[in-house]
């Protein structure tokens, strides 16, 4: 039987051939077999374009139900990389599911673009603000080179085909959206959750701005450590304590890891419940009396390199409260403070404590009354009152600073270690904290984070469930959110403080809205070139203007308010999903989160899903030092998008997701089985016209039945897997269909009537109908996933249509397999037989008693059930079986060399049938010869080609 694409047949045959050619009804399309997305994407995205396909959608999908996922807008700042591209790619399957299940499901892209990256980046061109160039030339500047970062990373979006209104996407730069945020800033001041004050937050000294926890990741930092000895004020005292005395100094031991931070150290923080051991040790032939916390002594003496010590005896920290010890290198007292902080983790159980560097130690010192100094200028440099260090910079003062506790006599060891450290995650330097004067969302002064848990608790599904635990850790441990940056080229704070009492003026609310509609029209630059006294009139001169700007997470974290529902394409409040990657869950849907509540009483969000990382074949995560890096680009330019977007569908993005050029092209031959069905099953509907040759489905063959409700009953899965967002499902379930039911099976089967049979028959257009009515529904399986090859197929596809499958929902024309004898669940028995046989026949084959199947005659023994299932499709049996004979004997009358199966009651024999072959079907039949005019060809193809054609029941 021809097979296209098959093999050259011998040149014999092909002479033979030649007079029946004309007569079968041979597979033929202009789909074409290859691919070649790399050139073949782009002409399409063109087209999608000048037809705005994403308007016609949003027309074909006006007055169905709302699916809003709001889009977390990435950093307008460098190419995108393959976390970009996984990131959009899941956005884009959703959006386009959502779509063909009947949903209007709009996406609005968005972009962040204000902050430090980009600040740093038009310095290195122009110099930095206030200095080489006046502020509003610089961040003219950057709004300039924000957007050329947008238009770059937009074109890339777009060229994986990511459908959204790219004309018209979300900036946090553009005047409307900085004046929403504003508007957003107004109404969480109006709530009562805004806060200023002074207390420690992560500050970077590259940056000379407050971060927050959201710009905090942790590397490892190789360290200065030491512990140093803080002498007692009055022995006596203390030794009292202990009810006991040995000889020498008395002096209570720290530990730490930045010795930077002596220098503003005002106190000693003890734990109240934890024991201390006074110590009898001689160090340098010098007899001194060391304070330790119990548990901590041996290996804190072991790291000062003291042997031979003694404990004289113990109280408990409560017992030390209030003693006074001398700062080791300053003529300064620090008292012994009681603090929930300290442990017995590491180090010697007394914490040196800066109220100024720390925020357990600022909670503590405040409970004690104990000010902060403020030693630190914004770059990190000691300020000229600090002795000793003024002028030093904290990354290279440790040395200086140990020398000086050394002269002091007070350093008893240092050593280095290696430890996972606070960075800054755009400039990638170490962090400190520093004590400055500051905006905050409180978590606590209002109930935000109550109410928030309750959110996260009750009102949001989280997708995978875990999400949900680890972003309730974080409210559960998060402290106030420091909102306020010192930066230029950001949202500005539109408040006026009072210059004595430094409170906000009592008409914020009414200057928060006159601000936001100047800058509206202008940009943020309105608010720097407002007069104070236009806005407050005769009251200008007792408030000031602040300076700061915000934290770029409280941009993104209100544009629920600015974006979501302003625009009126979206115009839901909450979105029903947010999706990013698993570092939001500290980040953007934090920031949403707590804004939100703030403002609105509930989340902005009803879903939220994250993915995971990428990692190379191996595991390792991504680095360019690696040289494990692949980016989309390179893809996309090489496979073409559908093969990126095949490998997200089919990888578990709820962990790290493992992408190499091994994977990528094990995804290309995923592809090349997807497509190569697809274009099996359309060659097969040449000169089908669905107007005038569907059968209806009762008048269908019974395998066509089946082959159409196994389609009915995937749909239904591949629906539901892609409402559950299992995209690695819906790949799965459409990719073995293909391999198994489709090419494995149905396909193989109906070749001989598809080919064979006359044109216009019953056989063949039932067939054809089946063909059409599974492509019609795969076509749309796949469209969400492979959007370039969707869209090809549709254009090939027969009969009247829209111009795109984006248009079209589910299909609609499946149905399930009729009652009656011939069920599903007959057909399963069928399929279990007939891979019986096919096991029987490639045994045969490896033998080397036959040839291909069609040699073969087979005998099925069986009884009961089976052999009348069996016996049921008459001469059509061997269609199925894909031999030239097949024939039902009972069980009993098996032969000794009768093959077994794993089918229980079914033995099989295979044996070369002594037929000739038919140059027209290439079956081995009998009679092949005996027709006169006809001698090369079979009785049936005879009738086929001169007679009324056969008739074919079942398959």
Request: charged residues 25%.
């Amino acid at each position: 039987m021809p097979d296209v694409g098959s093999g050259e047949i011998n040149r014999k045959q092909q002479t033979v051939m030649t007079d029946y050619k004309s007569t079968l009804n041979l597979p033929k399309t202009a789909f074409p077999m290859k691919a070649s997305l790399a050139n073949r994407e782009p002409e399409m995205l063109k087209r999608w374009q000048e037809n705005d396909l994403y308007g016609k959608i949003r027309e074909v999908s006006a007055g169905r139900p709302k699916y809003i996922l709001h889009d977390g807008p990435p950093y307008a700042n460098g190419d995108i990389h393959i976390g970009h591209a996984v990131n959009k790619i899941l956005k884009d399957i959703i959006m386009k599911s959502r779509t063909v299940m009947g949903f209007d499901a709009p996406y609005i892209p968005g972009w962040d673009c204000h902050g430090l990256p980009i600040e740093h980046k038009v310095e290195t061109k122009i110099g930095k603000a206030g200095d080489k160039v006046d502020y509003k030339t610089f961040r003219k500047e950057c709004r300039k080179y924000a957007y050329k970062q947008v238009e770059g990373q937009k074109k890339d979006f777009i060229r994986l085909g990511i459908f959204g209104d790219w004309e018209h996407p979300y900036l946090t730069m553009e005047y409307q959206t900085e004046a929403d945020i504003i508007r957003a800033l107004g109404k969480i001041a109006a709530s009562g959750n805004l806060t200023k004050g002074f207390k420690p937050v992560y500050w970077s000294v590259v940056g000379g701005s407050a971060l927050a926890e959201a710009e905090v990741e942790y590397q490892d930092k190789t360290s200065n450590q030491v512990d140093v000895a803080y002498p007692a004020v009055n022995e006596g005292e203390v030794l009292s304590k202990f009810s006991s005395t040995g000889e020498g100094r008395v002096s209570a031991v720290i530990w730490t890891t930045t010795p930077w931070t002596l220098p503003a150290s005002m106190a000693l923080s003890m734990g109240s419940e934890l024991e201390y051991s006074l110590i009898q040790v001689e160090r340098n032939g010098v007899k001194e009396q060391l304070i330790l916390a119990k548990g901590m002594s041996e290996s804190a003496l072991e790291r000062m390199g003291i042997e031979g010590w003694a404990e004289i005896a113990t109280v408990s920290g409560a017992e030390l409260e209030n003693l006074k010890f001398k700062h080791p290198f300053y003529d300064r007292e620090v008292p012994a403070l009681l603090g929930d902080h300290v442990t017995l983790d590491a180090g010697t159980g007394i914490v040196h404590t800066a109220p100024d560097h720390g925020v357990e130690d600022f909670a503590v010192c405040r409970k004690y009354g104990i000010d902060t100094i403020n030693p630190l200028l914004d770059n990190g440099v000691y300020r000229e009152n600090v002795e000793i260090f003024a002028g030093e910079h904290v990354y290279k003062v440790d040395d200086h600073v140990m020398e000086v506790v050394a002269e002091h006599n007070n350093l008893l060891s240092k050593g280095k270690l290696t430890h996972s450290y606070a960075h800054c995650w755009r400039t990638k330097t170490p962090l400190i904290y520093r004590a400055t004067p500051q905006w905050f969302i409180s978590m606590d002064k209002e109930g935000l984070r109550d109410q928030s848990l309750k959110a996260i608790r009750e009102d949001v599904q989280w997708v995978p469930s875990w999400g949900q635990n680890r972003i309730e850790a974080m409210f559960e441990q998060s402290p106030d959110w420091c909102i306020s940056r010192q930066r230029t080229w950001g949202v500005p704070i539109t408040f006026f403080t009072h210059k004595v009492t430094g409170e906000l003026h009592p008409e914020t609310p009414e200057l928060v809205e006159e601000v936001a509609k100047l800058v509206e029209k202008d940009g943020i630059d309105a608010w720097y070139d407002c007069d104070a006294e236009a806005l407050l009139g005769a009251e200008a001169a007792e408030y000031e203007k602040v300076t700061d700007t915000l934290d770029v997470w409280f941009d993104s974290g209100t544009t629920h308010s600015a974006v979501l529902e302003k625009r009126p394409e979206l115009g839901q409040f909450p979105a029903d999903m947010y999706l990013e990657g698993s570092d939001q869950h500290r980040g953007w849907f934090q920031s949403s989160l707590k804004t939100s509540i703030a403002i609105n009483g509930k989340a902005p969000y009803k879903q939220v899903l994250t993915h995971g990382f990428t990692m190379d074949g191996e595991g390792r995560k991504m680095s360019k030092s690696l040289g494990n890096t692949i980016a989309p680009q390179d893809v996309m330019n090489k496979l073409g998008a559908d093969i990126l977007r095949l490998w997200v569908s089919a990888t578990d993005y709820t962990g790290d997701m493992s992408v190499s050029d091994e994977i990528l092209n094990r995804t290309a031959d995923s592809y090349r089985r997807i497509r190569n069905t697809c274009r099996f099953m359309i060659s097969n509907l040449n000169g089908f016209d669905p107007a005038k040759d569907v059968v209806p489905f009762e008048d269908m063959l019974s395998l066509d039945q089946w082959a159409v409700s196994l389609a009915h009953e995937l749909q239904k899965d591949i629906e539901q897997a892609y409402t559950d967002y299992q995209f690695h499902s819906v790949y799965q379930k459409v990719h073995n269909f293909c391999a198994l039911e489709m090419g494995g099976v149905y396909l193989d089967i109906i070749k001989d009537r598809q080919y064979t049979t006359q044109e216009n028959s019953l056989a063949r257009r039932s067939c054809q109908t089946a063909l059409f009515h599974i492509l019609e529904a795969m076509v749309r399986w796949i469209a969400p996933i492979l959007s370039f090859t969707s869209d090809e197929l549709w254009q090939f596809m027969p009969g009247e249509r829209p111009e795109s499958v984006f248009l079209t929902t589910f299909y609609s024309n499946l149905q399930a397999m009729p009652e009656g004898d011939m069920d599903g669940e007959y057909w399963q028995t069928i399929m279990k037989a007939k891979a019986a046989v096919n096991k029987a026949i490639e045994e045969a084959r490896s033998e080397g008693s036959i040839g291909g199947s069609l040699q073969a005659n087979v005998v099925l023994f069986a009884e009961g059930e089976l052999a009348a299932a069996l016996n049921k499709l008459g001469d059509e049996l061997r269609f199925v079986l894909i031999t030239s004979k097949a024939e039902v004997k009972p069980l009993a009358e098996a032969p000794t060399d009768a093959k077994d199966t794993e089918l229980e009651g079914l033995k099989v024999s295979v044996v070369k049938s002594a037929g000739q072959k038919c140059t027209r079907c290439y079956h081995y039949l009998e009679d092949v010869g005996s027709h006169e005019g006809h001698e090369e060809i079979c009785g049936r193809c005879v009738e086929n080609v001169d007679g009324e054609g056969e008739v074919r029941r079942f398959a």
